[in-house]
């Protein structure tokens, strides 16, 4: 039986994640549930599925909320509140689906304790890679990957054979749960991770990014997910930012991580080794696999999702993006190769950049305009710690919102 | 430097192994070579990687071969001598890339010194599956695949997730060569394997079997093999032997064993997990990458064999066989189904049915009209040791030569 902390537990994969929980009622409890506001459906949650801690990262929610909460059930309020969440002692697996860097602090708190984290939140690992893969080396945590994409590439990772001598390599025994069954799966022995992307609405049509609707960009082809992240799909911003996300996951040097278009979005991913074999992991379009490996890793099991029928399936392609159409990946290339806080500023602007493109404050193709902006304004800091990650966070954040 | 025993160099996958081999100089040292009569060129081979012992099957070609053999190369008569070549106490890997059951003995002989066995003669394991993995178990010896589907099989299966507790499950210790690399990969945790068959140069065409030409059936549209396993994929046997051989393999059921016919011959195969996760194995369509996994194995390495480009591959598709056109196929899970001396049978009929088929005597859809005749005559025999499968293969062969 394993504890699960939810953070963003009414989102599309905190949603998703109850799903699958469900369907595996011996092997998880859930003992916290996280929401920045929407304090009544988390209430629902907690009753349903029998939580005591839920935490309310808007302090007025929270205070409301804690006025409405069946006695038995204890809120913590406003981001402190969050963290401490994520800090409970007796959780095995914190899920980390909380949309942009607010995820930040309260993964680093539960990876000081030990505890494995299931990380669908990209931005936490695109702005501090460096400072949360050190944090878990030193503590022992998993880093379990709930993006389809990272996922897949996870799984595919365990195909790339083994060096003699080096044998099995088991991760550190973690302090606090004494795993014994993890193996640390890096990049070595991985010539080049290939990425695939949906593409998203705009891959294969010529539509003006000057004249393209709120309503037609979050028309996503083939998978349903929360508003940011579908927009994210549209610009290609999603597939940089995932990018940067294997690069800390695996270890693996950004140029050696292709994006391949792939609009069926049957294959999740793939790698290819050092002797020229591609290994792919597929599956119906559906987050809930991802989020079942990243639970019941190290084991598989069947919870009775849709098996896939290739035979089924018309065909599959792969095309090389067109990255003068999308220039979010080059901006996202650019930021993670110049490194240090650039990373995390490309990623608080593309926040900001959204929000005004869903709020019809800016145009479709303004969303990269104004990245690229407020990247050029910024100073880049070398090497920075989790203060200044989060300074350059805000910086960006208000230049961002500042500028027109 | 493992020492390496190559029964059947001249064969197609013979020498592309050696074409790996001298790919890869500092890993592998070629110890033995055995032919069943060409041995002029066997005589080449050895003094191009120096080479001291050779082997030719046929006793009055061995006898002229050893009159030609400079000094300091020992030439092995007989089937007795290709047996004393795998039987070398320094092998470490025989490489069995023979035609037919004549793999069997030699096979035997290196299981039971402890000697690893990289597998390209699936007819092996199809007539005596039973007899070859018990040996195994009982002195250590890996079993590595060297069919391309099959490689990809054993590949994938390495992302079937371990279950906690059980850890990773190390081989039994190798008596002889003290491994410590080897993990046991079996099908626990796999839902189905999925073979891939191009499906030879008639799938996709309305051809009448009853005129089709020994040209036309040896014209496969993917892959350059040997004229045995060039007709077997034209009349979907070879699909039928892959599937028995897999099932001994991984320990998988047959009927978990399905056949996607693939015209592409991009994807060498597929697992699909308890969880609905399917892995693929894929590269160009090459014998080389799986022979060097098998020889290499546990690690993979970079000999410069081509990188697979998705995007400028049109795309991969994928259908169900149509059975009913193919009777091989029903054919091979009849006797796997059935069991015991059966598959022996069915593998030694289609021998020389193929065989009848090259010399035309017999036509293309004779082949299995005869197949399905021998079966029908035979009485299995359950639990056969090895003398009673050798018995059911020579009582079969003579039967369908008799037969017309």
Chains 1, 2 share one sequence.
Request: proline share 4%; charged share 25%.
């Amino acid at each position: 039986m394993k504890n699960i902390v939810i953070l963003g537990s009414t989102g599309s994969i905190g949603k998703n994640a109850l799903r699958v929980i469900e369907s595996l009622p011996s092997k998880f409890k859930v003992i916290g549930l996280a929401v920045s506001q929407n304090y009544s459906a988390v209430l629902k949650q907690a009753e349903q599925f029998n939580v005591r801690h839920i935490a309310v990262a808007d302090p007025s929610e929270a205070k409301a909320c804690a006025l409405k909460a069946p006695s038995g059930i204890m809120v913590h309020h406003g981001p402190s509140g969050v963290n401490e969440l994520a800090s409970l002692a007796d959780a095995d697996i914190v899920l980390c689906a909380v949309v942009g860097l607010s995820g930040l602090k309260p993964v680093m708190a539960a990876i000081r304790n030990g505890t494995d984290i299931a990380l669908a939140t990209k931005e936490v690992l695109v702005a501090a890679g460096d400072v949360v893969t050190k944090a878990c080396a030193k503590s022992g945590s998993l880093l379990l990957p709930v993006d389809s994409e990272h996922s897949a590439i996870f799984q595919c990772l365990s195909a790339k054979g083994i060096k003699k001598g080096s044998n099995i390599q088991h991760s550190e025994l973690n302090r606090k749960k004494n795993h014994d069954y993890g193996r640390r799966i890096d990049g070595s022995g991985v010539r080049k991770i290939l990425l695939t992307a949906s593409g998203g609405p705009f891959v294969e049509k010529a539509v003006d990014f000057n004249k393209v609707t709120v309503r037609q960009a979050l028309a996503h082809p083939t998978w349903d997910m929360g508003k940011k992240v579908t927009i994210d799909s549209a610009t290609l911003m999603n597939k940089g930012l995932e990018i940067m996300e294997a690069h800390w996951l695996f270890s693996v040097p950004v140029d050696r991580i292709e994006v391949l278009v792939h609009p069926e979005s049957i294959v999740h991913s793939m790698v290819e080794f050092n002797d020229g074999v591609v290994v792919a992991q597929m599956s119906v379009p559906d987050m809930r696999y991802a989020i079942q490996y990243a639970l019941t890793y190290p084991e598989r099991l069947d919870t009775g999702l849709p098996p896939l029928n290739l035979a089924k399936t018309e065909k599959l392609t792969f095309m090389e993006p067109d990255e003068a159409r999308f220039p979010c990946l080059l901006l996202a290339r650019e930021a993670a190769k110049r490194g240090g806080t650039m990373p995390a500023v490309l990623n608080a602007a593309n926040e900001i950049a959204v929000q005004k493109f869903l709020k019809k404050e800016i145009r479709f193709s303004g969303i990269w305009r104004l990245v690229e902006k407020v990247m050029r304004k910024h100073r880049i800091i070398k090497d920075p710690d989790l203060d200044t990650v989060i300074d350059a966070d805000t910086w960006a954040r208000r230049t961002a919102k500042e500028s027109s």
